[in-house]
């Protein structure tokens, strides 16, 4: 093979045959407060809502990167670059709230490791994926993929769980002592991780809005369970979803740095407002803001094919 050359920020490489790459933090030029404060921000309220309905954060971090790149860094970011980033900081995010959930022990692990087995190979299989798929078709595909979202989590509030008897039962008891039932059937569960994983690791969400409707619809998981659990299978897979990411030169690390404070605080005190309150008002604010990312995503997407 011949010589390759490739940077993308903070991350780069030159390499030979049989050579490895390596890893530096670079500062983005003409980096002010005023856009540190702005990244910090973005971290926290992503984090925030991605810890009270599980959806890890990343839904928000990727359309905002790529949106607002120019404003937030004064450098527009690449989709490839957004995707990797978000999943770096959504190990951050994920293992805050895991940490908050599981002083409750409202996690379920050893459903979350059986999810991980299919979630976390698929990850990298996504992660790998992103950069083969154009700018235009990717704002267009995740601007669909918001709307479809934001249309879920007005309707999961309408939905019941359906009765189905499932071969693995589990069970949780509550703060008040109610003990609740759910369970799931191996291959069913291990099909969903799979989807989940794939999708997480190509769009650099955490996969809980996704894992967290199905969880409660399908196999009847209490909801503290579904996204307590939820967030730690986005912990494990962002992990390897990361890893791929960054061997291929996709991850903005001085970005990372910049998110990482607001995220782990953000990832706590959404844990903590979980815990106390419904949250259906921050839900319909972050429905709002989905249609509102989504409409820009499509827009852009379609001007750009």
């Known amino acids: 093979m011949g ?9 780069s490489y030159d390499l030979e045959e049989g050579e490895y790459p390596y890893l ?3 500062k983005e030029e003409g980096t002010n407060l005023l856009e540190i404060i702005m990244l910090a921000l973005l971290g926290l309220v992503s984090a925030v809502f991605g810890s009270i309905v599980g959806l890890g954060g ?26 990797g980033t978000s999943l770096a900081v959504l190990i951050v995010t994920a293992l805050a ?4 959930y599981a002083k409750k022990r409202r996690v379920d692990w050893r459903s979350g490791w059986m999810l991980f087995i299919t979630s976390g190979p698929a990850a990298m299989v996504g992660s790998a994926l992103t950069g083969h798929i154009k700018g235009g078709a990717f704002q267009l595909s995740f601007g669909i ?16 769980p359906i009765s189905k008897k499932w071969p693995v039962t589990r069970t949780y008891t509550d703060d008040k002592g109610v003990t609740h039932e759910y369970g799931y059937s191996v291959l069913p569960a ?4 799979l989807l989940v994983g ?30 307590a659990t939820s967030m730690f299978v986005i912990f494990l897979s962002s992990i390897l ?10 991850t903005n690390w001085w970005i990372v740095l910049m998110l990482v404070p607001g995220a782990w605080i953000g990832g706590k005190l959404g844990a903590y407002i979980a815990s106390k309150m419904t949250g259906k008002a921050l839900l319909w604010l972050l429905r709002i803001t989905f249609v509102v990312m989504a409409a820009q995503l499509i827009i852009e997407g379609l001007s750009e094919m």
Do not use: N
């Not at 010589?3 to 991350?11: D, E, L, M, W």
């Not at 709230?97 to 908050?100: E, V």
């Not at 291990?190 to 991780?193: I, N």
């Not at 979803?241 to 996709?250: K, N, S």
């Open 3 to 11: 010589r390759h050359q490739a940077s993308v920020v903070a991350f």
């Open 24 to 26: 530096f933090i670079h």
């Open 58 to 83: 990343g839904i928000i971090i990727v359309p905002a990167l790529t949106l607002l790149g120019a404003e937030l860094t004064g450098s527009t970011i690449e989709h490839p670059t957004a995707v």
């Open 97 to 100: 709230s895991t940490m908050s």
């Open 145 to 160: 993929f918001m709307l479809l979202m934001a249309g879920l989590l007005v309707a999961r509030d309408y939905m019941k």
């Open 190 to 193: 291990l099909a969903v991780g």
């Open 198 to 227: 794939l999708i997480s690791g190509l769009f650099g969400i955490g996969g809980g809005s996704l894992f967290v409707p199905v969880m409660v619809l399908l196999f009847r998981f209490p909801p503290h369970v579904a996204t």
């Open 241 to 250: 979803g990361t890893g791929v990411h960054a061997w291929l030169g996709e």
